[in-house]
């Protein structure tokens, strides 16, 4: 049987943009609006971030290794992938 898990994610180019973002979550900022605001994943960017559930072979394994380790309501420090670089929040 194979765990599934739901998560959001905020996806950028750049390093420096993500570290820009961390700082603003720290603030106090809600993911769900920086997501929308600064995804260049269009797809989740309109839905808060939201990846819906997947399970372990979904993702690419990177960013897979990470989300599988969040506890509900951690968010990750900044992952790079082929595609950029994400932060990622566990919902479920």
């Known amino acids: ?17 993500l570290l820009a973002i961390v700082e603003r979550l720290k603030n106090g ?3 769900g ?3 929308k605001e600064l995804s ?6 309109k839905k ?6 997947f399970t372990k072979g ?3 394994k990177k960013f897979e290794e990470v989300a599988f380790k969040l506890q ?14 994400h932060i990622i929040k566990r919902l479920a």
């Open 58 to 60: 979904m993702m690419v």
């Open 1 to 17: 049987m194979s765990v599934k898990i739901k998560c959001s994610h905020i996806l950028v180019e750049k390093q420096s943009e």
């Open 33 to 35: 609006k920086l997501a």
């Open 40 to 45: 260049i994943d269009s797809g989740s960017g």
């Open 48 to 53: 808060d971030g939201s990846l819906g559930y």
């Open 72 to 85: 509900i309501g951690q968010v990750s420090e900044p992952v790079k992938t082929e595609f950029g670089y």
């Open 29 to 31: 900022e809600k993911f």
